[in-house]
């Protein structure tokens, strides 16, 4: 843990999804540097470069293709494209940001490659939020030696062969499908657009994680509900009960609630979501085994799909000009 960031619960957050730590093996694996202000992680396929200020952080990361992101406490619509002027020493540049959302950490992706203009002093975005620019300032000290660090790794990793003995890969979870995994009584699904983390009640219904521009709890209940008809459902775990209002939505003849942010999965061994219709409530009870490991397995491949879905592939990522020094020459692809 870095003092000064990692005691935050926001910061913790980002680092549940942008840097995909999600479980302890996850994080034994993990390899961390300090450049100046800036730092690496290197854990699971994700190579990242950031630098973080109060509740903001800014940086580089690369899978098999590289994005710039901006991770901003301000709300933002999934999906939605914003303008942002963004400035540094080297020049400024109009750029356009798309809005991704994991529960109450939301992310900018960044369509422009910034490395050209990235170099010392500080990095300023001025991001057109709600008519009104929301201004967010980075130093940029130890960039150019982050970013040529998690490159070098990536391509270390790309070149690198498995040994000739090593037997394939085994996923937690014996499954025909690569693309399946389980967790005790959880799912984790990948499939062309969408992520999803999920269990099934014997009744039929189901409760899950699902990312696609961003990530969201639903519930799939047995008990039928009109498309478009808001309902109040009950959440009952072993630490509270609370209701929240949802609106009954369709995928197909599949009906479901966008339940939003985690209704507390990491409380307790089971969780109840009852449907109120008519004043009665239709409680139907979902197993959280394997919950905490199935989640972040949807996240963390959903978050490495951004990265490998970057308009800039990886061997044309610029990486920010080196000091005029006799300082070894930037590697680009």
Not at 68 to 74: I, W
Not at 96 to 101: D, F, N
Not at 162 to 180: C, E, L, R, T
Request: glycine content about 8%.
């Amino acid at each position: 843990m870095r003092a000064g960031w990692a005691g935050s619960s926001l910061f913790r957050a980002i680092a549940l999804m942008v840097l995909a730590v999600l479980a302890a093996p996850a994080a034994a694996e993990m390899q961390t540097q300090v450049y100046g202000q800036w730092h690496t992680d290197i854990s699971n396929g994700l190579f990242d470069a950031f630098t973080v200020k109060a509740e903001s952080r800014f940086g580089l990361l690369c899978s098999k293709k590289c994005l710039y992101y901006l991770m901003r406490n301000k709300p933002c619509k999934e999906g939605a494209r914003y303008s942002a002027i963004v400035n540094t020493p080297v020049d400024a540049r109009v750029v356009t940001l798309t809005c991704y959302r994991d529960d109450r950490v939301y992310v900018f992706r960044f369509d422009a490659d910034l490395g050209p203009i990235l170099a010392g002093g500080d990095l300023g975005v001025a991001l057109a939020l709600d008519g009104q620019f929301d201004v967010a300032t980075f130093s940029l000290t130890g960039v150019i030696d982050a970013t040529r660090a998690i490159v070098a790794a990536q391509r270390t990793l790309e070149s690198t062969p498995p040994p000739a003995s090593a037997p394939p890969p085994v996923p937690p979870a014996a499954s025909a499908d690569p693309q399946v995994q389980r967790f005790g009584q959880w799912v984790s699904e990948a499939t062309s657009d969408a992520w999803y983390a999920y269990t099934d009640a014997p009744s039929g219904a189901s409760f899950g994680y699902t990312c696609r521009a961003g990530c969201n709890f639903y519930v799939h209940p047995r008990s039928p509900c009109m498309v478009g008809g808001a309902y109040d459902l009950v959440v009952s775990n072993q630490a509270e009960r609370f209701r929240i209002r949802a609106t009954c939505l369709t995928a197909g003849d599949w009906r479901y609630f966008d339940i939003g942010n985690d209704p507390g999965t990491g409380r307790g061994s089971t969780i109840s979501i009852s449907l109120l219709a008519v004043g009665e409530e239709t409680p139907e009870t979902f197993s959280l085994e394997g919950a905490k490991e199935a989640i972040p397995s949807a996240r963390r491949q959903w978050m490495q799909s951004l990265a490998s879905g970057h308009p800039l592939p990886a061997k044309e990522l610029k990486l920010p000009p080196p000091p005029i020094t006799d300082a070894p020459p930037v590697v680009t692809h």
